[in-house]
Structure formats: C-alpha cells, structure tokens
C-alpha cells in the first residue's frame, strides 16, 4: 500500500495492522517496543492505536493493561484487503504536509469510515495544472474519489475518467453528488439563533465584501424574514462597510451602535471578533450582559474563547457518513447529481444570552 500520502500516525496504523495479519497475535506489544520496532515517537503510536481502538482492531487503553488484539476483525480486514482495488482519493488543495483544520478533521473523519468499511484512503494535494491530475488519476485508477473545495477544472478531469466521485464546498459543478452550505444560508441560521435567544435588535455588519455580494445576502434576508412577519432595514440587520485598517472598523461599528445598539451581533470570522472585541472593550460593553456575538466560523481556537462564543460546527459524523453512502453509490453505479445542503450543528455558547432590560 503507497502511504506517501497519508499521515505519520496513519502510515504507523497501516503497517502495524499489515504486520499482525502477516503474525497474528493475541497481545499487542507494549509502547516502548513499538517505539523501538517502528522508529516513530510515542503520540504517534498513542493516536494511531486510539484510531485502531475506534475501529474495534485493538482494545482501548486502560490503566495497567496491555491492549489487546481483536483477532476476528483483524482476519476481516485482511479478507477485504484481498478484494478489487478499493482506494479512494481524498483531493483539496490544501497541502498534504500542512492541511488546515477544517480539511484535516474532514480526512481523518473519512479516512475512519474508509478502515471500517475496508476501503484505503489516501489525501492528496492537487497540482496546479489539470493535466497533471490526469495523468496522476490515470495511474492509481481509484474507484472513487472525495474533492473537497477544488476549483471546476479539477471536478471536470475526474469526472472525464469516469471516476465516482463527490464534492463538498467549492465551485458548482452539477455532474457529481454535491455537499455544501451556503453562506446566505448560515447567516439565515444566525439570525434563527439570535431570534430564539430572545433578541431583537440583531445586526450583521458586512466588511469589505462586494457590492454584489451585499445585495444577494440583503435580498435573500429580506426573503426570510417577510416570511417569518419580520420587518428588514438593510441599513441595520446588514450594513456593509468599507475599509482597510482596524480603526476604520471600529469607526463603522461606532456609528452602527450610536442610534438603536443591537442586542446581538453577528460577525463573520475570526478577524471581525477580535476587531469587535477591541470596540466592545473600548465602550465598556461586556459579553454577554450588554451584547451577545455569533460567529459565522469553525475555527477551533474559538472554543477557546471566554466567555464562548456562539459558533457552528459543520462537518460532523452524521454528515461524513450521509457523504460517503453517496460515494458507495456512485461506485455502486447509482449515479446522482444532487446538491445536498448541509445542515451545522450550532453551539449557543456563553455569548448568546436573553437581551437585558436597558
């Protein structure tokens, strides 16, 4: 199997399952030999044995106790192993030696459900030029293939290989399955959220963003809220202001909260939280009890944030797994064009409490 693509901790995953179909063995080693035997230093052993516990190969660690080997799944494994090519290629244009959060936990998630159901996963960097992925696509020949926000010409160079394949972000391309959440569609969301917490006054001011972009977001906002008997001032729910430096924001912001301060503010990324962060504590605004925030990110160091801040998490096991039934079927010949529109899970946080009385 080719693990140049794959990471550290799972090249150390495939060929310790390798070595114990080729001797078997009840009792897996302790760290220190396999830290020996492999060369590998021991939080990859410990991430890549806790991905093997997930997937019932060994027991999970316990204090004092060797792990155990599961030896019926491991004769499984080795049956499926012996089947027809089944390598699927995970594509994105992240780098492989340096993936972002959002495309690594999105691997590892898929790369999960590829072990359990007896498939290979292998992440792979896409070149900058289309006939060098065809050339590359023709020379694995995966039965399928996971393109996660790539651009329409690489969608097109696996779709002419006939290669079953979805996408998830990215451009449209309406001849492959796909997955996506629109950004209109989370900013609706937002204001749901801010609607049930109790607030009113709720405001989402765009930065820098395109005049056209400002329209389509007002228009479709406008929608949903005369459907909901709500009231829409585009000059409130979603200024849009112009600028390039950090007081320039902080002037806008000002001027937003003059008249009619909103209650809830809805803040795009995690520039626009810090930038308003500075503005709130410059005004003596506290979080949550004079203004509570949402933001439209999944960065993982907001969780960290104090008080928490109301965020959304997009790709969860229900929306991988949902994902990659698609995938079988595409490679099962049940092809499918649909764009399924992802549903997040959003966390309230701390942040987002009921508006005080002022």
């Known amino acids: 199997m080719d693990l140049d693509y794959q990471f550290r901790w799972q090249q150390f995953a495939h060929r310790l399952v390798d070595d114990l179909i080729q001797h078997p063995s009840a009792d897996l080693p302790g760290m220190r030999k396999l830290e020996m035997q492999y060369k590998v230093s021991r939080s990859t052993i410990e991430h890549a044995l806790g991905h093997l516990a997930d997937l019932g190969i060994v027991t999970p660690a316990q204090h004092g106790k060797m792990r155990k080997v599961n030896l019926s799944r491991l004769r499984k ?64 020949q995966p039965c399928g293939a996971i393109l996660y926000s790539v651009p329409t010409a690489i969608s097109k160079s696996v779709f002419a290989l006939d290669i079953p394949a979805i996408r998830i972000g990215g451009s449209p391309f309406h001849q492959t399955p796909y997955f996506v959440t629109s950004y209109s569609g989370l900013l609706i969301q ?93 005004e003596g605004l506290r979080i949550p009890d004079d203004i509570s925030i949402i933001l439209l990110s999944g960065e993982p160091s907001i969780e960290k944030v104090v008080p928490s801040i109301a965020r959304f998490i997009l790709f969860n096991s229900g929306m991988t797994l949902q994902a990659f039934r698609v995938l079988q079927e595409q490679m099962n010949g049940f092809l499918s064009h649909e764009q399924v529109e992802l549903s997040p899970i959003w966390v309230p946080g701390d942040s987002l409490a009921a508006p005080k009385t002022r």
């Open 190 to 282: 937002a204001f749901e959220q801010g609607w049930k917490a109790g607030h009113r006054g709720i405001s989402a001011p765009l930065w820098n963003k395109s005049p056209e972009l400002h329209e389509k977001l007002a228009a479709q906002l406008e929608n949903h809220f005369s459907r909901g008997g709500r009231s829409f001032t585009k000059r409130y729910h979603l200024p849009s202001f112009p600028g390039e430096s950090p007081e320039e924001y902080l002037a806008a912001l000002r001027e937003l909260f003059r008249y009619t301060p909103p209650t809830c503010i809805i803040l795009h990324n995690l520039d626009d939280y810090l930038m308003a962060s500075s503005f709130f504590l410059r």
């Open 77 to 140: 494994i080795s049956s499926l192993r012996g089947q027809a090519n089944k390598r699927i290629l995970f594509l994105s244009e992240c780098p492989a030696s340096n993936p972002a959060y959002m495309t690594r936990s999105l691997y590892e998630s898929f790369h999960k459900l590829c072990d359990q159901e007896g498939f290979s996963l292998s992440f792979f960097e896409v070149p900058s030029e289309p006939s060098e992925l065809h050339a590359l696509l023709s020379a694995i």
